[in-house]
Nanobody, 121 residues
Framework: QAQLVESGGGLVQPGGSLRLSCAAS????????MGWYRQAPGKERELVAR???????NYADSVKGRFTLSRDKSKNTVYLQMNSLKPEDTAVYYC???????????????WGQGTQVTVSS
C-alpha cells in the first residue's frame, strides 16, 4: 500500500507561479508513472500532465509551455511547476500514480487527496 501526499497549493494572482509537490510513500516510484490531474467546480477531472512508460511527459494543450512535471527520485517526489497562471487554472489538483506495464499492470493505481489552486486578483 502506498500514499500520495500533495502540497503547495494556494492563492496566486494571474501571471504568478506555484509549485505543487507530491510525496510518494512506499516503493512505488520505480515501477509507477506519475501524473497530475485537476478538477474545477462543476467540471470533470482532467489530465494536466503525466509521464509515459516510454519516459516522456504528455501535457494538456491548455498548459503546454506553462507547466512542467518533474520528479526527484532521491525524495520520491514529483513536482508540477506552474507558471503564467490564469484564472481558468483554478481547480483542485490531484497527484496520480499508475503502474508500469507488465509485470506491474495489475498493481493498484493511487490518488492523492488533492490541493486547491486558486488564481485570482
Amino acid at each position: 500500500q502506498a500514499q500520495l501526499v500533495e502540497s503547495g497549493g494556494g492563492l496566486v494572482q494571474p501571471g504568478g507561479s506555484l509549485r505543487l509537490s507530491c510525496a510518494a510513500s512506499g516503493s512505488i516510484f520505480a515501477i509507477y508513472t506519475m501524473g497530475w490531474y485537476r478538477q474545477a467546480p462543476g467540471k470533470e477531472r482532467e489530465l494536466v500532465a503525466r509521464e509515459t512508460s516510454g519516459g516522456t511527459t504528455n501535457y494538456a494543450d491548455s498548459v503546454k509551455g506553462r507547466f512542467t512535471l518533474s520528479r526527484d527520485k532521491s525524495k520520491n517526489t514529483v513536482y508540477l511547476q506552474m507558471n503564467s497562471l490564469k484564472p481558468e487554472d483554478t481547480a483542485v489538483y490531484y497527484c496520480n500514480a499508475q503502474p508500469l506495464p507488465l509485470p506491474y499492470s495489475n498493481y493498484p493505481a493511487y490518488w492523492g487527496q488533492g490541493t486547491q489552486v486558486t488564481v485570482s486578483s
